[in-house]
DNA sequence: AATCAGTGCAACCGCCGTCCA
DNA sequence: TTGGACGGCGGTTGCACTGAT
């Protein structure tokens, strides 16, 4: 191995800080500034090593540190510079004055990675998540070429042992019978569809991460601009939309088969919100409880909203896109809810992911099958 | 009230690049 | 030219806190 932890000789301090030795490390830097972090402690009388002061000044006892949440803006710039500069945690804390970078690299694992995976977006490449496009279209597909979904069946597996599995199915089913009567679903798949393949067209032309320019602001706006056409054709592999698509069966059996091994997760936790996309609209014989724990079933729908898209009658009617609906602060948030929609979001995890749900969350991929359920 | 699981964050670890004798 | 010292960086760990059961 490499060389020994520097702390390990000369017995020296590990783990939390005191006050007093805080103090001690601020009065020194004080009178005589930073650097030379190899003979500081011993000069400022503390028993740690010079490493471990350097770390506890940078991340903490610096006066210029910025404590408390991110700022919106804050935030929205993190993911921006992550997009461009990856895990260069000093670079993108260099354009956050009063962040450290060690604290950017925390709220980003705990907090933005997380959401950005709830949004199956890939939080390396920045990416849509190839897997969770093609799943999303394949149970799409199915719905409409079928009113019973046989998972089990199209698995090539027998009846699912796993209960929350077999609820998830027969909400599927329910869904589909429901919805195959009244085209609604179809509409809204095509919707969803759309939704996705927007961002899908990006990566799939281009090759490119999707910049955060259009897909995390209100820039992405412009992208709803462009003929609904030109943007089904694009990207066939992850948008089946199913009535432009003749070989769906075909490509959903082969597509079932290649990521069956996946949906073994599909029960585990989590949602499938999109299967009762109109709110009010869930079946009276199936409780919320019958399928565990839907953060988002109905948050993605803001009735008053002209974003929401899951009431279209309109393929055309082109949805707004704006980040500040994907990722708020309480204090910051530019898209407030309104008070249904903030009942709605009675279920969603914490306070401060509710705009995670929100209420033009477009690119919306079920959580029963990111993060928890297809590992990244 | 006790226990457990999940979460957030400060601190540590190990590697790497740069500097300098 | 070389090797040790040093600082910086990204990844990981450990623990305190909180909410659920």
Redesign the pocket.
Known sequence: ????????KDGL?????TAEEDQKLIDYIQKHGH??????PKNAGLK?C???C???W???LRPDIK?G?FSFEEEETIIQLHCVLG?????I?AHLPGRT???I???W???IR?RLARMGIDPVTHTPRLDLLELSSILSSSLYHSSQLNLPSLLGIGPFANPNIQNLVTAFNLSSQRKTSDMNTCQYLQQNQFDNTLVGNHQFQSSQPIQPSTIYSGQANQLHSRPIQEIQHCAASSTLSAPFQSEVPQLTQAKMEQLSPNLAYFGSQNSLPNLWPNIGERPDHLAMGDIPNFPEFDSIIDPNSENHVLHSNNIERIPSFSFDSFITTPSSSSTPLNSSAATSYANC??E?EDSYCSNSLMYNIPNSLNASGLRM
Do not use: V
């Open positions: 191995m490499g060389k020994p932890p520097c702390c390990d301090k590990k783990g939390p800080w650097g030379r972090w190899r003979i500081l740690r010079g490493k471990s350097r770390l506890r940078t991340n903490y404590r949440r895990n260069k945690w000093s670079a804390a970078d060690n604290e690299k925390n709220y694992n705990t907090h997380k995890s914490t401060y």
